[in-house]
């Protein structure tokens, strides 16, 4: 049981250029979410889903893409990247609404 | 919407020493407040959880007690170890609330061996 994969670890990318991180749980979660760390501050929710093909906007959705085809998946795309999205990403499922967490690794993103 | 400040931002103690960590929430209404431990390179981990039907919880040497009058909760550690070095996140929610998690902006505890 691997839970929560985020893929990849670390990235570096120009402004202006898309990608996609990816996370998937072996869980058989209904829900999962995308957050995002900045220095001194709480994890923010940019988007989440409640089941395959239902996704719903969070906190901080400006300038990111998600989709959730499969249980298992659920990408998070970023169109055309800005400096301001350089953070730490991190996907979380859960198996009820409202219940314990489980968290990925991380993925660390720069952008320049 | 719900805010919630967490103190001290980083906090320093001898081993074997008590650490305590203090949030306070904004919105009356929460009504979960759950304790998150980040190890370095990690993602967070649930370590307590506490729900406003109760002042006090506790789990060997971490406890966590709330305040719904005043509107803070604080975690305790007891008999700190090398190994609870990490950061420490609390937050608040509508037990009802699904997603709408508002996070502290974290603590992070050092333990001196």
């Known amino acids: 049981n691997a839970g929560v994969t985020q893929t990849p670890k670390f990235q570096v990318l120009k402004t202006g250029q898309s990608m996609t991180l990816q996370c998937a749980q072996d869980?058989?979660?209904?829900?999962m979410s995308w957050y995002r760390q900045d220095p001194g501050m709480g994890l923010r929710l940019i988007h989440y889903?409640?089941?395959?093909?239902?996704?719903d906007q969070g906190e901080v959705p400006n300038g990111y893409n998600v989709s959730r085809s499969t249980t298992e998946d659920f990408p998070l795309r970023l169109l055309s990247a800005a400096p301001s999205q350089t953070s730490v990403y991190f996907c979380?499922?859960?198996?009820?609404?409202?219940?314990?967490?489980?968290f990925g690794p991380g993925t660390r993103l720069t952008v320049t | 919407g719900e805010n919630v400040e967490q103190h001290p931002s980083t906090l320093s103690v001898q081993e074997g020493d008590s650490a305590v960590i203090k949030c306070t929430y904004s919105d009356s209404a929460s009504n979960y407040f759950p304790w998150y431990k980040q190890e370095l390179g990690k993602g967070p981990q649930l370590i307590i959880d506490i729900r406003s039907n109760v002042g006090e919880k506790k789990d060997q040497r971490i406890a966590v007690t709330l305040n719904k009058t005043a509107k803070h909760f604080s975690l305790h550690i007891t008999e700190t170890q090398p190994e609870d070095s990490a950061v420490y996140f609390c937050?608040?929610?509508?037990?009802?609330?699904?997603?709408?998690?508002?996070f502290g902006a974290g603590t992070r505890l050092f333990v001196k061996a």
């Open positions: 869980m058989n979660h209904e829900y």
């Open positions: 937050a608040a929610r509508l037990d009802t609330g699904g997603f709408k998690t508002i």
């Open positions: 979380a499922s859960s198996r009820e609404l409202g219940g314990e967490q489980y």
């Open positions: 889903s409640v089941g395959a093909g239902i996704t």
